[in-house]
Structure formats: C-alpha cells, structure tokens
C-alpha cells in the first residue's frame, strides 16, 4: 500500500509540487477520470497521481505509441487526420481499452486518464470513477489557452465548433463499441464536478488559479471516498484548544521535532480516563503555561496516518489564568496569529493538517469568527 503525507493548502498559491504532500492517505483504490474534451481531466489526473503517489496511465498517450505516432502535447490536432484514419475499424481502441481494463487490476494503484474505463471497468479491485464536467464555453476557453502560442488567432466560435466536433466522434465511438454515453453522467460515477466553474477568462493567471481551486476541492472529495473505501487499522482521539485574544487572533503553538517543524493548536491525545474537552485544557496547560476552560466544542475533523484514523475535537477554551509551562515539551515557542497571516500560512505549508482544517472551516463559514470570539 502507498501512503502520501503532508499539509499543504492553499488554493491561491498551490503547486503539483506543493499538492505532492497534500492528503494523509492509505488505499489500494485505483482511480480513473473522464469527461468530455478540455474538461481538465488530464491535468488533474496527472495531479492526483503525484498528490496520492500513485501511477500516471494515460490512454490517449498509449494509444498514440501504439498508432506509431508522437505522444507529445499537440500530436492529437497536428495528427487528427491520420489518427481518424488509424481507428476506424476500432482495432486499435478495443486492445488499448483491454490493456487498460488489465492495468487496473494489477497490484500498483493508478490514475487513469481514460474516457471508456469508468464505464467497463467491472474488475474486483476498487475503481473511484470520477467525472469533470464543464459547459463548452469553459472547456473553449481551456483549450485557447493550451494552444494560445501555437495558434493565437484560434477564436472562442472555433474552438467550441472543434470541441463539439470532438465530442461527437468520441460519443458515437464510444456508444458503437460499448454501449456507453459519454454525453450523460452516469451513476456509476463516485465523483461528478463542474470544472467549468473554475474557469474564467483565457489568461495564464486565471488558468493557474482555476487548477489549484479545483484540484484542492477534487483531492478533498477524493479524500473522502478513500476513507470510505479503506478502513483504518487503529484510531485515536485527539482534541485542540482554540484560544483568541482580543484582536480575533488564534493561539498556535510552534513543533520543532526531527520529524516535523510546523505550527499546530495546542492539543494533543485524549487520555483513557478524561473526556475530549479536560484533555485540550490540560494540553493547552502543559504546552503553553496558560490554564484555560473550555467555553464550548466548535467542530472536527479527521486524517489518516500510518494506518491509523485521527479524529480531532476542536474546542473554544478562554483563559482563566497565565503561568508557564509544567512539563517539556516538543514545542520551543507560542504565538498569536491573526486569520490573515494564517491563510498565508497555510500557503507555505507552515500549519498542521488540523490547524489548516481550522482555518478552511472558518474560511467556508461552517465555523465562524464569532464563535471564536474574533471579528474579521
């Protein structure tokens, strides 16, 4: 099994090298994404593949090399001629197809870029089918972009008339040889997402912006399925203090271990004879010096590592009374942040995996600064 470890998580200013050591995850689960031309789907399978340390398998490219063509970025429009020429007696696709089918069963779990997989697939092995849907006008405007040096001139009218064209052939190929509709979401599919939604105008920046807004939300819902799919072998309960001073700015604490140096809630294990909330006043005490009660339980959040599940109770504590610390720690400092500097923060990577999950819980308002006491 492979295990991919990290906190990394902004959508701003996120890179495939950042999303890398995104999500805490253990599976044998592969994963194969499909939808129509330009709608991402290889961008993010390719993504997804470096996020979760998995295999890349792209079927366009292997059915390229197969064709006895050039696999690289523009070979599909240079070569459309002669590709429509190669498969029309659908030969070549029902042996890459096959090879495929076979690859997903095998031992070393992948991403698959692949349109027909997610519809006969039917082998043992978990399969998470995802679906990137988009509007034409969006997926125009991605291709544009792609071919913005080569072909400059090509206008929005044009590239929805050969996006359409596209899909056409690839739907009646598709439905010729297995039956399967590409043009409807079927429910076969654990993942369906409007891509189109993150795509705004046909500029680099905006092209930029719009893949790390929609691989973070794809690799959160990925993320969750695989939890489903994978049961851990252990779990343990944790449980963090949420302090806020008077400025609305959020108490971390700073790690510096050989393992990892990060900011992170004060907080730590619950032990066998004291409740959630004792065991993040008594962390918060042991950690910082500062003696705290408990006011109310804001909310949770899991992660997976090394096979065990995490589950991690955040409360609202205020401050009875200031002291120093009792006992050592891993930790060399504390700080007060305000929510500014936290989702810069969170950019570079600095914050824990809960401490991140704090952060985007009061940016999506399921906890807010009211509740901790702070105003924005």
Request: aromatic share 6%; with cysteine; proline share 3%.
């Amino acid at each position: 099994m492979r295990t991919a470890t990290s906190h990394c998580r902004s959508a701003q200013h996120a890179t495939p090298e950042c999303f890398a050591a995104y999500f805490y995850v253990i599976t044998r689960a592969n994963i194969a994404i499909s939808g129509l031309s330009c709608s991402g789907k290889t961008t993010h399978a390719r993504l997804l593949a470096v996020t979760f340390g998995y295999d890349y398998v792209s079927a366009s490219s292997q059915l390229l090399q197969d064709l006895g063509l050039p696999t690289g970025r523009d070979s599909w429009r240079r070569n459309q001629i002669e590709i429509d020429a190669l498969r029309s007696s659908d030969d070549a696709d029902r042996a890459l197809d096959a090879r495929i089918v076979a690859l997903a069963q095998r031992d070393e779990p992948a991403v698959f870029d692949s349109w027909a997989l997610p519809y006969i697939y039917d082998g043992d092995r978990p399969l998470l089918r995802v679906r990137l849907e988009s509007s034409l006008k969006a997926r125009a405007i991605r291709l544009r972009m792609a071919v913005s040096r080569t072909e400059p001139g090509l206008s929005q009218e044009d590239a929805e008339a050969e996006l359409e064209s596209k899909d056409a052939a690839a739907g009646t190929r598709l439905l010729r040889m297995y039956s399967a509709d590409v043009t409807t979401i079927s429910d076969r599919f654990g993942i369906v997402i409007d891509s189109g939604q993150f795509v705004s105008v046909p500029t680099r920046q905006a092209a930029r912006n719009g893949i790390a807004l929609l691989h973070r939300l794809l690799c959160h819902q990925v993320d969750n399925w695989l939890d489903e799919a994978t049961e851990p072998v252990d779990h343990r309960a944790l449980s963090g203090a949420a302090v806020i001073d008077e400025n609305g700015s959020l108490l971390l604490v700073h790690r510096r271990t050989n393992e990892r140096t990060q900011w992170e809630l004060p907080g730590g294990h619950v032990g066998p004879n004291e409740s959630p909330s004792q065991a993040a006043e008594r962390r918060l005490h042991a950690e910082t010096g500062i003696t705290g009660q408990v006011v109310e339980r804001l909310g949770d959040t899991s992660f997976l590592e090394d096979s065990i599940r995490y589950s991690y109770t955040w409360f609202r504590v205020a401050i009875t009374e200031k002291g120093s610390p009792r006992e050592e720690t891993v930790h060399d400092g504390w700080q007060y942040f305000s929510f500014a500097q936290l989702d810069a923060m969170r950019a570079r990577a600095e914050l824990s995996v809960n401490a991140e999950h704090l952060v985007d819980a009061v940016v999506s308002g399921s906890v807010t600064l009211a509740e901790l006491g702070g105003t924005k």
